[in-house]
């Protein structure tokens, strides 16, 4: 069986390979040819002739064309690979090796008995279930990332997320529960996911908590450089982010009425993972210090945006009240009495406001 393995391991990537660096039907495109300005220039040598600054700006126009096609075809061929890749697991790490036999034996010019070694001394971790799952989850989320780049209408994308969510977080609570090592521990913040690497559940970790942009598949795939969309994230595991750069920002244009209900999914879904990341003792700690936090966060949203302000407020004084000894109550009172200010109608002037004039004259 393991020889049946190693053998598959072998092939497969030189199949999947030859398919990823030339998508189908695809032709590499030759750039426009270049001719050089007209040579009518003015006298002085620092200026252009209108004939000259028109032929730059149509060569411009070409080239720009050019690098457009090039990219939607790259685009277009890497979403149709990882779109496959979907499909199954198995798919999934067939590209994985695909990918990983390019950058780290192809290009550094090894062998083919160094690939296989290599399969070889990472069978277990091929096969593992955590690891596959996590690629799985990965790819899927690339997916998303991709069909995001020229989006014009997002909701069917804002779906996705809002699917793809809570289907991470419950691996993330599975793979923990099942974990022989005790629980996970969080990424800290610049660093990597503090688990043995031998660890099958801190596989699926890193792989959700990596920038998908630096993926072994967009690596081979060369989408590092395609993938800028900047109101977007590339990484799985960022909830709070993916909520405020992306799917609050569609909600409020879009569907507002649908922002407290999204607010609790985010706040239930970040205290979820962080459950699953933590020591019992170390969850209590960050429960009762940063649960008031984002009921307040939420809060405040929700009243800035002038979106059930009323309740919005009451549920503030709702977390002043019942966190009283909170690091952040003092600056909470003080943001709350502004706000209840601000909320009240202007206060009618008084009869003997100077300002006021006397009923005669308002009359006249």
Same mark, same amino acid.
């Given at each position: 069986?393991?020889?049946?393995?190693?053998?598959?391991?072998?092939?497969?990537?030189?199949?999947?390979?030859?398919?990823?660096?030339?998508?189908?039907?695809?032709?590499?495109?030759?750039?426009?040819?270049?001719?050089?300005?007209?040579?009518?220039?003015?006298?002085?040598?620092?200026?252009?002739?209108?004939?000259?600054?028109?032929?730059?700006?149509?060569?411009?126009?070409?080239?720009?064309?050019?690098?457009?096609?090039?990219?939607?075809?790259?685009?277009?061929?890497?979403?149709?690979?990882?779109?496959?890749?979907?499909?199954?697991?198995?798919?999934?790490?067939?590209?994985?090796?695909?990918?990983?036999?390019?950058?780290?034996?192809?290009?550094?010019?090894?062998?083919?008995?160094?690939?296989?070694?290599?399969?070889?001394?990472?069978?277990?971790?091929?096969?593992?279930?955590?690891?596959?799952?996590?690629?799985?989850?990965?790819?899927?989320?690339?997916?998303?990332?991709?069909?995001?780049?020229?989006?014009?209408?997002? %909701?069917? @994308?804002? #779906?996705?997320?809002?699917?793809? *969510?809570?289907? &991470?977080?419950?691996?993330? +609570?599975?793979? =923990?529960?099942?974990?022989?090592?005790?629980?996970?521990?969080?990424?800290?913040?610049?660093?990597?996911?503090?688990?043995?690497?031998?660890?099958?559940?801190?596989?699926?970790?890193?792989?959700?908590?990596?920038?998908?942009?630096?993926?072994?598949?967009?690596?081979?795939?060369?989408?590092?450089?395609?993938?800028?969309?900047?109101?977007?994230?590339?990484?799985?595991?960022?909830?709070?982010?993916?909520?405020?750069?992306?799917?609050?920002?569609?909600?409020?244009?879009?569907?507002? %009425?649908? @922002?407290? #209900?999204?607010?609790?999914?985010? *706040?239930?879904? &970040?205290?979820?993972?962080? +459950?699953?990341? =933590?020591?019992?003792?170390?969850?209590?700690?960050?429960?009762?210090?940063?649960?008031?936090?984002?009921?307040?966060?939420?809060?405040?949203?929700?009243?800035?945006?002038?979106?059930?302000?009323?309740?919005?407020?009451?549920?503030?004084?709702?977390?002043?009240?019942?966190?009283?000894?909170?690091?952040?109550?003092?600056?909470?009172?003080?943001?709350?009495?502004?706000?209840?200010?601000?909320?009240?109608?202007?206060?009618?002037?008084?009869?003997?406001?100077?300002?006021?004039?006397?009923?005669?004259?308002? #009359?006249?």
């Amino acid at each position: 069986m393991k020889k049946f393995l190693i053998a598959s391991l072998l092939f497969i990537p030189a199949i999947i390979r030859a398919q990823v660096l030339t998508p189908p039907g695809a032709t590499p495109q030759t750039p426009p040819v270049i001719s050089p300005p007209a040579t009518n220039t003015p006298p002085d040598g620092k200026t252009l002739t209108t004939e000259q600054a028109a032929n730059i700006l149509k060569q411009l126009d070409q080239i720009d064309t050019a690098i457009t096609k090039n990219r939607d075809t790259a685009l277009g061929g890497a979403l149709a690979r990882c779109i496959k890749a979907e499909s199954s697991q198995k798919d999934t790490l067939d590209l994985y090796l695909a990918c990983y036999r390019t950058e780290h034996f192809d290009k550094l010019n090894l062998s083919n008995k160094d690939f296989t070694d290599w399969a070889k001394h990472n069978e277990e971790k091929l096969k593992d279930t955590e690891f596959l799952y996590g690629l799985w989850l990965q790819i899927e989320f690339l997916v998303i990332a991709i069909k995001a780049q020229d989006a014009e209408n997002l %909701a069917p @994308l804002i #779906a996705s997320l809002q699917k793809f *969510i809570p289907k &991470e977080v419950l691996a993330v +609570q599975n793979a =923990s529960a099942n974990s022989t090592d005790g629980p996970l521990k969080e990424k800290p913040k610049g660093g990597n996911v503090k688990i043995s690497k031998n660890s099958s559940t801190g596989q699926l970790v890193a792989r959700l908590h990596e920038n998908v942009r630096q993926s072994e598949f967009s690596k081979t795939l060369q989408l590092k450089d395609i993938l800028k969309r900047e109101d977007w994230e590339y990484e799985p595991l960022a909830l709070g982010s993916i909520y405020e750069k992306i799917i609050f920002p569609y909600l409020l244009d879009k569907k507002p %009425a649908d @922002l407290p #209900a999204q607010w609790d999914t985010r *706040i239930k879904a &970040e205290l979820a993972l962080k +459950q699953a990341l =933590s020591t019992e003792a170390d969850y209590a700690l960050y429960y009762k210090e940063h649960q008031p936090m984002m009921i307040w966060k939420k809060s405040k949203y929700l009243l800035d945006h002038q979106i059930t302000p009323v309740p919005a407020l009451a549920a503030m004084l709702n977390v002043v009240r019942e966190n009283p000894t909170h690091a952040n109550a003092p600056d909470w009172v003080k943001e709350l009495r502004q706000a209840v200010n601000n909320a009240q109608p202007p206060a009618p002037p008084s009869p003997g406001d100077a300002n006021t004039p006397p009923p005669a004259a308002a #009359a006249n």
